[in-house]
């Protein structure tokens, strides 16, 4: 099972609300440095546990469960409570050097154009070594592409004050290509574009690995007729 570490080290924050000082470090590590999520439009797609690897080639699906390791910075000592009604969440950012991505969330029955929050992402909220799990199963009903990859970071509210994990890299595929909140005919049609056009444009390569062949057909079928709506 491929994993990627999050050790979110942090001293005077979510369970030890008494102490006064707050000083807040957020390590990241994973194996997979980036990953590719076929997301759908209503949110059944491989978002994290059923997800790609994005290998160059050779991308094949992996479990990218997420565990979170929390401890006070000072001692060492594993936070063992969290406190769920803190703000916390997963946030995508599109490079800015790369303006023309589309990754469209479904928010209320229609796509818009969104940096991706995901809240609420934690499995358990107590652990006596501190280990957390961010849900396998998290929704992220979404289209488009994005041609490179996005920064993914974890982000946890003390106090208003956001504190932010250092990113790691994902890549987003929908079979909902166009981004209308539907996977139907027309998302058919810019993939048999890219499919017999040449090169392997990225919004015929749903599963990230670098071509586009008869592996990415079974990305349309399997989500044809899904839908925001
Ligand atoms: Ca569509
Ligand atoms: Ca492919």
Redesign the pocket.
Same mark, same amino acid.
């Given at each position: 099972m491929k994993k990627i570490l999050l050790t979110l080290c942090f001293f005077g924050m979510i369970a030890l609300p008494a102490m006064a000082q707050v000083s807040i470090h957020i390590d990241l590590e994973m194996e997979d440095f980036t990953f590719v999520m076929n997301n759908l439009p209503d949110g059944s797609g491989s978002t994290f546990d059923n997800c790609w690897s994005g290998n160059q080639g050779s991308s094949s699906l992996i479990d990218n469960t997420m565990k979170i390791t929390v401890t006070d910075s000072h001692t060492g000592a594993p936070i063992t409570q969290l406190i769920p009604e803190y703000s916390h969440y997963i946030e995508f950012h599109a490079s800015e050097q790369q303006p023309y991505d589309y990754f469209y969330m479904c928010d209320g029955n229609s796509p818009s154009i969104s940096r991706v929050w995901i809240y609420d992402f934690l499995e358990n909220y107590s652990s006596p070594t501190g280990e957390y799990y961010i849900k396998g199963d998290i929704s992220l009903p979404s289209?488009g592409f994005s041609t490179h990859a996005y920064t993914m970071q974890v982000v946890i509210f003390d106090n208003l004050l956001p504190h932010a994990s250092q990113p790691c890299w994902v890549t987003m595929r929908s079979a !909902?290509?166009?981004?209308?909140?539907?996977? !139907?005919m027309? !998302?058919v049609g810019i993939f048999s574009q890219a499919f017999f056009g040449p090169g392997d444009p990225p919004e015929g390569d749903l599963n990230g690995d670098g071509a586009v062949n008869l592996a990415d057909v079974g990305h349309i079928q399997s989500g044809m007729n899904n839908s925001c709506y």
């Open positions: 289209g !909902d290509i166009n981004h209308d909140g539907i996977v !139907d027309a !998302d």
